[in-house]
């Protein structure tokens, strides 16, 4: 006999099903809300702002029919030391990934650039965000997309570019990866940054 399960009662009611990804993955709610492989909402996959307003609508503080985005003003959290939403997992992956491209060798050798392909392979199947994971892994195996890892210069400019697409996806501005050492490596040029 199976025990039941303590977290039940903590499934989304709202886990209605769009096109299912495979199993260990997870869903997509009607309300656009990001399931994880246990039914629940997936904290690394949406924002807490998402929740919020999921949340205020599942519990009548809006209709069904309003759309996330339009619910705004969510309550603050409450505390600072909760787990990453989409967009704190985000930020502080960007912050590795760029300082790891900030301090790649300039003239990498065989065995260093196939740990990086490595790194980058294994990081597109294991990002918390199944659905950031999934559709960076497909960029990433697009023939023009493939890891630019002969020098700093080329893997720098490379991430930039893999940051931008997602930076496009989600509306944001694009960054000018002219400038990405400023941004990781050295510093600005008016000192702000010493
Ligand atoms: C691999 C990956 C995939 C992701 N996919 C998704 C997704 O599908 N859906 C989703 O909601 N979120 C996704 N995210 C998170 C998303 O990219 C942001 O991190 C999050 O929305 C927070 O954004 P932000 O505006 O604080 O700045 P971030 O985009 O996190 O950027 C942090 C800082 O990096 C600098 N920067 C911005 N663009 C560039 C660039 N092109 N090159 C160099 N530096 C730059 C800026 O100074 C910026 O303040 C993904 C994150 C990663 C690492």
Not at 69 to 78: F, G, L
Not at 134 to 146: G, I, L
């Amino acid at each position: 006999m199976t025990a039941p399960d303590p977290d039940s009662s903590e499934k989304s009611s709202d886990a209605t099903v769009l096109p299912q990804p495979p199993a260990h993955k997870g869903a997509i709610s009607k309300s656009g809300i990001i399931l994880g492989p246990d039914g629940k909402p997936c904290r690394s996959c949406n924002s807490y702002r998402d929740m919020a307003n999921m949340s205020a609508m599942l519990t009548g503080g809006k209709s069904k029919s309003t759309p996330l985005s339009a619910v705004v003003s969510p309550p603050p959290q409450e505390r600072t030391d909760c787990p990453p939403d989409v967009e704190q997992l985000g930020r502080s992956t960007w912050t590795l990934l760029h300082s790891i491209t900030a301090t790649y060798p300039t003239s990498p050798t065989p065995s260093q650039k196939s740990d990086m392909q490595s790194f980058l392979s294994i990081l597109s199947r294991v990002y918390p965000c199944w659905v950031c994971a999934e559709d960076f892994s497909v960029w990433m195996k697009q023939p023009a997309n493939t890891p630019k890892l002969d020098s700093q210069e080329d893997f720098g400019r490379w991430m930039c570019n893999a940051h931008n697409e997602v930076n496009k996806k989600l509306g944001k501005p694009e960054f000018d990866c002219n400038f990405w050492k400023e941004r990781w490596r050295d510093g600005w040029k008016d000192g702000r940054c010493d």
